[in-house]
C-alpha cells in the first residue's frame, strides 16, 4: 500500500483506493474481529482486509474503534465504504464451480441463509492506524502505521469482486479457525480442490496474479511435511499455535531472471577466497544462495538483521551452519557496501 504514510486526519475521506490497498495486502478470509494477523504480520506488510459474513457491523465498528487503541495506536479515521466503491462491477461472481461437498455444506439453512446474506446486510469498514509510542512501552517488531479493510459478505465472493476484478492475489492469506466441520463455513479454504484456493489459482493462471508468498494458519502441520496448498514449505512458528508457509516458487532460480527485473541487486555476504554465502535482493526478500548455487534460505528485512546480529544462522546446501557475527571481519563486506544494498 504505496499512500499508507500520506494519509491524515485532514485527508482520510478522500484516500480510499481499492486498488493501492489491495496491493502487497494480507487476506484473511473467516477473520471475525480478530487481529492476529496484524499481530503477528504487521512488520511486513500494512495493508490487512478481513472478510467475514457472521458478525454484525456494530461488533466489527466497536472492535476496529477500540482494540488497537488499547495497544498503543492511534485511530486515524474509520469510514464507511459502499458496495459501488468497493466493488463497482458487483459482488457475485463464478470464477470456481461448487463442488458436491459444498453443496452440501449449503443444504444446511444457517450456513446457506449467511452464504446468500439473509442474515447479514453486506457493509465494509476501513480504517487506519499510526503507532503512538506514548501509549506503550512496545514498539519493537510493531508498524508504525497499517490500514484495515473489513468487508461484511462471503470471502469467496468479496475475493472474486476485488482481488480477481482487478488481477491482484494478496502477498499473504491467512487461514486461522476457518469454520469448518461443526463450523459455519460452506467451503474449505485450506483444501485446494476447493473454492477458495481455486480462485487464487485461476487468478495466477488467467490475469498473471502472483500467487501468495506466504500462509499464517494455526493448523497443526509437521515442520517437515509441505503446508496443505500445493509448493508452500514450512518457513518457522510464530509463537506455539501459528506457524508460518513460503511458496516453493519464491526460492526457484528460474523466477529471478536479472534481465527482467533490473533492481535485482546481489553481494557477497561471506567471502574466503570466494563467497560462501551471497544474497540477492529481490523485491522485499532477500534469496541466500551458498558457494554452490544452492538456494538455501529467503528472509525478509527482519531475518536479515537477524542475520547480522548473530542471533540467526544459515545452513549451507552441504549441512554446515554460518553464524556472520562470529566470522572474521575479512571476510564481510564493508559497512558502507552493506548500507548501500540494504538501502536500494
Known sequence: ??????????????????????????????SGIDAKDIELLSENFCSF?????SIPKNIVKTAM??????????????????????IPKGLQTQYSPINDIEKERLSNISISDKFYGNNLKFFALWSVY?????????????????????????????????????????????IINPGGG??????????????FYQNIKFNAENNKAKMPSFILTN??????KDAFWPDYFFERSLYVHYH???????????????????????????????????????????????????????????????FFDGEKTISDSRGKLWNYKKEHTDAKPSIEEMKRFLSI
Open 182 to 195: 461443526y463450523g459455519d463455513n460452506w467451503t474449505k479454504f485450506e483444501n485446494p480442490d476447493f473454492r
Open 244 to 306: 508460518l508457509y513460503k511458496k516453493k516458487d519464491n526460492m526457484s532460480k528460474n523466477n529471478i531472471n536479472k534481465k527482467q527485473n533490473k533492481n535485482l541487486c546481489s553481494i557477497k555476504l561471506l567471502n574466503f577466497e570466494g563467497p560462501v554465502l551471497s544474497a540477492t535482493k529481490f523485491k522485499k526478500f532477500y534469496i541466500i544462495q551458498d558457494q554452490w548455487k544452492n538456494i538455501v534460505d529467503i528472509l525478509t528485512d527482519a531475518e536479515m538483521k537477524l
Open 65 to 86: 474503534s477500540n482494540h488497537f487503541v488499547n495497544i498503543g495506536y492511534d485511530l486515524i479515521g474509520i469510514k464507511n465504504i459502499s458496495k459501488t466503491e468497493l
Open 49 to 53: 482486509i478481513h472478510a467475514d459474513y
Open 219 to 224: 493448523k497443526t502441520i509437521s515442520i517437515n
Open 1 to 30: 500500500m504505496k499512500s499508507i504514510h500520506k494519509i491524515t486526519k485532514e485527508n482520510f475521506g478522500s484516500m480510499f483506493n481499492i486498488k493501492d490497498i489491495l496491493s502487497d495486502s494480507v487476506y484473511y478470509p473467516a
Open 130 to 174: 499510526e503507532l503512538n509510542p506514548q501509549n506503550t512501552n512496545i514498539t519493537k517488531g510493531k508498524a508504525k502505521r497499517f490500514s484495515l479493510l473489513h468487508i461484511g459478505g462471503e470471502a469467496c465472493s468479496i475475493f472474486d469482486a476485488t482481488y480477481i476484478k482487478n488481477k491482484i492475489n494478496p502477498s499473504s492469506v491467512v
